[in-house]
């Protein structure tokens, strides 16, 4: 799995998005029946990071050409509550957005959601 | 192709990526994402802040030269300081128009940049790589000791 090194972390929101494997079932009635049917968990969270137009172009370039467009899992820093983690992350979708936040439009923050392993 | 009016500023961009990567999520709770094929089309979304003869202008360009918004054209996008030029089409020749005062209004569309040129983020990537970060300044300095002592 690549690495995506000398960017400053992702900072991701403190709500996560948890969804364990558990599937609820009617069984006739009102009544219903909950199973877990793994131990896998997704976690998504929605995450921003800013960086300048060559910290973009090197993101860029690693996520849309090493990362098969974002589909493929990656390892990289992103930062919550409990200080910067690295691990293993995918774009959900392969989709984000960069959106300009200096005039001189040399800063730009990305945004994603990002889906912690 | 037709070329969009240089007289004519955006005020505010921003771009969007979506590439065509099919996401699955199984009961097990397992996910997975595939790459379908490759695309390089971006949507950019942009406002102009335009007096009447910019709206005019304007409109004349959509409805007139480009076939309401139907045909690609040659046109300016920005992914970073410098303003780039592209094929681009204006996502289903739609635009929105705010009057904000006399002679004042304000634009908003989308368009997509078709084939993004990607060469130059690629040479980026591997300088940066190769130098071991973006602090460019170890770089110079070192550039210049090498050069005042010429040990290059």
Redesign the interface.
């Known amino acids: 799995m690549l690495t995506l ?2 960017l400053d972390p992702w900072d991701v929101d403190y709500s996560y998005r948890d ?3 558990v ?1 609820r079932t009617r069984i006739g009635g009102a009544k219903k029946r909950q199973g877990r ?6 976690r998504i969270a929605q995450a921003v990071r800013v960086v ?7 993101f ?3 996520i ?2 090493l990362c ?5 899992k990656f390892i990289d820093y992103y930062a919550d509550g409990s200080g910067a983690v690295q691990g293993a992350v ?1 774009i ?9 936040v200096s005039d ?3 800063w ?1 923050r990305i945004s994603c959601q990002l ?1 912690v392993f | 192709m037709a070329t969009f009016p240089t007289s004519l500023k955006y005020s505010a ?9 099919a ?1 699955t ?1 199984f ?5 997975r ?3 379908l094929r ?3 089309d971006d949507m950019h979304s942009v406002s102009l802040r335009l007096d009447n003869a910019g709206l005019l202008a304007l409109e004349s360009f959509i409805d007139d030269t480009i076939n309401g918004g139907a045909d690609t054209y040659t046109g300016p996008f ?4 410098a303003e780039r030029t592209g094929t681009l089409e204006l996502i289903d020749g739609t635009y929105q128009l705010q009057y904000v005062a006399n002679d004042m209004w304000d634009c908003s569309f989308s368009f997509e940049v078709k084939n993004v040129d ?1 060469s ?3 040479l ?2 591997d300088v ?2 190769e130098f ?3 602090n460019f300044s170890d770089f110079a300095d070192a550039l210049e000791q090498a050069v005042n002592f010429n040990n290059l």
């Open positions: 090194n000398y969804q364990n494997a599937q049917l793994s131990h896998r968990k997704v300048n137009d060559t910290q973009k172009a090197y860029e370039h690693f849309r050409t098969n467009y974002g589909a493929d995918r959900v979708d392969g989709a984000y957005q960069c959106q300009p001189d439009l040399a730009w889906e | 961009t921003s771009y969007s990526v979506s590439p065509e990567v996401r999520q009961a097990s709770g397992n996910t994402q595939r790459m490759a695309k390089l920005i992914t970073d300081t990607l130059d983020h690629e980026i990537y940066v790589n071991g970060g973006f």
